[in-house]
């Protein structure tokens, strides 16, 4: 059985191990391949019968032009860089990785308000550059600095991660509402269910886990900033295309948005004129909320144990069922 990694560099930069795959099959890693389609990704799927990837796409071409693939495995879990439905009508399941980074996502989320509200990072480089030791005072703060106890948080997407950064907000004094299109008794024991207009009113803090769909693409535009309180902080490390850039940015620059936190953007790696770059009090970072060495362990788990599945006769974690 031949197996292909197609771009296993973000997933194991080094510190972990190729072991157990190279246990089911003869083994081929590449740390990088084509984000976009190119010749290549069909070259280098080549003959082979399992294919890994995380961000390189499989489209119908490379699907046509790659007869000997009779599973694609992600390592992530989302998968709509593969033709799926096409995988699908010539009998290839798309495997994933359902759950791996609650604890890390949610965490990166609390860090992002967190620097928002004390600047940490900036004021930690002022002390290295010499600011305090220079002070006339005994402390200063170059940004004001945000107390969360008491503040009110809108969690938009309550599922796993939505309701782990719910139990972070509310250890914090926070009080927490969701929107979400299935609510469930675990997310009422931590969150009062609110429809969406009511959360964006309320909230001090906005936060987005929910799933990338066709209906909520753009959710964060004009005109649901326009109801959101005059000052309050927006947080996305969910997918950049929840957010309507230029929108995000304008409502940062005239202050209708006190600050953003985002780690997610709409064309990664971000590009270079990306209103965002320019926008006031925006914290942006390379989309590491999923990458911790624990998490990406825990994918790697998945990932043999969904070929495993499949090299038995039961695949599991297929996500392109007819």
Known sequence: MKIVVLDGYT???????????????ELTVYDRTSYTEAPVIAQ????????????????????????????????????NVVDYVYAAEKGIPVVNVPTYGTASVSQY?????????????????????????????????????IELEGKTI???????IGQAEGRIARAMGMKVLAYDIFPNDSGREIAEYVDLDTLLRSSDVVTLHCNLTPENTGLINKANIAKMKDGAILINNARGQLIVE??????????????????????????????LLGARNCVITPH??????????????CTVNNIRAFLAGAPVNVVNNK
């Open 11 to 25: 997933e194991n930069p080094g510190d972990l191990s190729w072991g157990e795959l190279e246990k089911l099959g």
């Open 44 to 79: 280098r799927i080549g003959e082979a019968e399992i294919v890994v990837t995380n961000k390189t796409p499989i489209s119908r071409a490379t699907l046509d032009a790659c007869p000997n693939v009779k599973l694609i495995a992600m390592l992530a879990t989302g998968y």
């Open 109 to 145: 989320s609390i860090a992002l308000l967190l620097e928002i509200c004390h600047h940490i990072g900036h004021h930690s480089q002022s002390v290295h550059e010499g600011k305090w030791a220079a002070n006339v005072d005994w402390c200063y703060w170059d940004y004001p600095l």
């Open 154 to 160: 809108g969690i938009i997407g309550f599922g796993r």
């Open 246 to 275: 230029q929108d995000v940015a304008d409502a940062l620059n005239s202050g209708k948005l006190a600050a953003a936190g985002l780690d997610v953007v709409y064309t990664e790696p971000i590009r270079e004129d990306n209103p």
């Open 288 to 301: 590491i909320s999923w990458a911790p060495l624990e998490s990406r362990q825990r994918i790697m788990d």
